[in-house]
């Protein structure tokens, strides 16, 4: 393809891409194939000829589009949202057009110092201490690995990194029975094993208790276990509890226990003032991660890391070979050492063009519609008697059930299932689920860039026309 053929297809593209924008609410949102669908639709063997672009356009309409499950609906309640915006789409073209690998400093120096200055900007519209420095991870999953590999290293004074982790004594990691799946697969990874991640229960509002925590720890170190990190969530997965930070943070201060924070979506309300409360006790804090890839309108993928032990981080990952010396080493950030790959994207770029767009006071402002909305259907659903509300509205996440009298709790978990996929299947709106407390719960997330008070109001009301049509 030619520059003066990609001129032509791009400029149609973004016709395409407009339109998408504009139209996304008219597909179902959550796909409707069955499994192999798509897969049986695609040639066994690659063209030997080349094709022109437009086939591919056109394969995309027929074939693809309908295997699409659509994240950027206004009517996607489920999960977390993953959302995107026009000024996040728009640099990460200029990224794939750049094509740069921001390894290190010398590989783009622009995208070192960009990510430097970003990690700034959001960690002071976060609220982090100033002593903390960041980088951009590509997931949540990893920045966790990370965060586990380096408490192990800091626990065993880096013998594991060089003798392997069987050289010492088993070290221990504590999160709460609500914590993310992440966490357990960091800690397979990191070689500690999941026997001794130690799941602490959370109390009524399905926050981490710390004084259990706190019995946890020293009930190991008496039986010669190593605690070596604590990982809190801010925003938990299935109804955003907010694990105590200062209790939590204390104990880990105490026992010199590293403290990660996990605040994957909900990381995103600390840029409003009201929600500071979440950071109590930031100053115990070793490491820190939220999502811009979630709820800041930064297209997937992009993780923020923060952590007031960057040296520890970079003893921990540092590694030196001849081809990867340069004459800045030293002087520079090489943030290929902080973290797990080699290779980087230039993700900064889709940061410094979101938060120019909106502005902080944009951000604040829709960050907050999202959370009004959450409260709002609380107050509609706490009007019908045949439901219920099943953990504390904290963020913007509403969690809650179809509870009609005269029924058992297999009764009421089949029920809710049902309905469940039935909302899904209509492809109307789409929800996911949780359990909680033995309870299946619909868990509503008010959160997607484009979503309206209107599609808040239309969903509740198909919700609650799926229920009451329901024959047991
Ligand atoms: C979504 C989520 C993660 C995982 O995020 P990835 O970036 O997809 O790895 C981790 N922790 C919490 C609390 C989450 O909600």
Redesign the pocket.
């Known amino acids: 393809m030619t520059p003066e053929e990609f001129r032509k297809h791009a400029h149609e593209l973004v016709e395409w891409m407009a339109s998408y924008m504009e139209n996304v609410g008219k597909y179902p949102v959550k796909s409707q194939v069955k499994p192999g669908e798509i897969f049986s639709r695609i040639p066994g063997k690659p063209p030997l000829k080349p094709e022109p672009f437009n086939f591919l356009m056109a394969d995309l309409e027929e074939i693809i589009m309908p295997g699409i499950t659509h994240w950027q609906s206004p009517d996607f309640f489920a999960y977390?949202p993953a959302n995107t915006s026009p000024p996040s789409i728009l640099a990460e073209m200029i990224i794939a057009t750049l094509g740069a690998q921001c390894m290190n400093w010398e590989t783009s120096p622009a995208a070192a110092e960009l990510e430097e200055k970003m990690m700034i900007w959001l960690r002071d519209m976060i609220g982090l201490p100033a002593n903390f420095e960041g980088v951009i991870q590509d997931?949540?999953?990893t920045a966790?690995l990370a965060a586990i590999v380096t408490a192990r290293e800091k626990a065993t004074a880096y013998t594991a990194n060089s003798e392997g982790i069987n050289s010492g004594r088993i070290l221990r990691v504590y999160c709460s029975e609500q914590a993310?799946s992440?966490v357990e697969k960091g800690v397979r990874i990191s070689g500690i094993g999941r026997k001794n991640l130690v799941r602490i229960p959370v109390r009524e509002d399905f926050s981490m208790d710390p004084e259990k925590l706190g019995k946890a720890i020293s009930s190991d170190k008496k039986k010669g276990y190593l605690p070596c990190c604590v990982i809190a969530?801010i925003?938990?997965?299935g109804t955003t509890a907010v694990d105590p930070l200062r209790p939590i943070g204390e104990i880990c201060s105490k026992n010199h226990v590293w403290l990660h924070v996990?605040a994957?979506?909900a990381g995103t309300a600390l840029i409003l003032p009201e929600f500071q409360w979440m950071l109590d006790g930031r100053e115990y804090i070793d490491s820190f991660l939220f999502?811009p890839?979630?709820w800041m309108f930064t297209n997937f993928d992009c993780?923020a890391f923060f952590t007031k032990d960057a040296e520890s981080l970079i003893r921990t990952f540092e590694i030196l070979p001849e081809y990867l010396k340069t004459r800045t080493r030293g002087k520079v950030n090489d943030y290929r050492d902080w973290g797990i790959p080699l290779g980087r994207r230039f993700r900064a770029l889709k940061l410094w063009s979101v938060i120019r767009s909106y502005g902080t006071e944009g951000l604040q402002e829709k960050i907050r519609q999202h959370i009004q909305f959450a409260v709002k259907l609380k107050e509609m659903i706490l009007k019908e008697k045949d439901f219920e509300i099943l953990a504390p509205i904290v963020i913007n996440v509403v969690c809650f059930r179809y509870a009609p009298s005269g029924n058992d709790e297999k009764q009421l978990n089949d029920l809710n299932e049902k309905m469940n996929h039935l909302l899904n299947d209509s492809g109307k709106i789409y929800l996911s689920h949780t359990v909680l407390n033995g309870k299946y719960t619909l868990r509503m997330v008010t959160g997607q860039t484009n979503v309206t008070f209107d599609h808040v109001e239309k969903a509740w009301r198909l919700i609650l026309q799926t229920a009451r049509s329901i024959k047991l």
């Open positions: 977390f997931t949540a999953s966790t993310h992440s969530t925003g938990t997965t996990d994957a979506m999502n890839h979630k993780t």
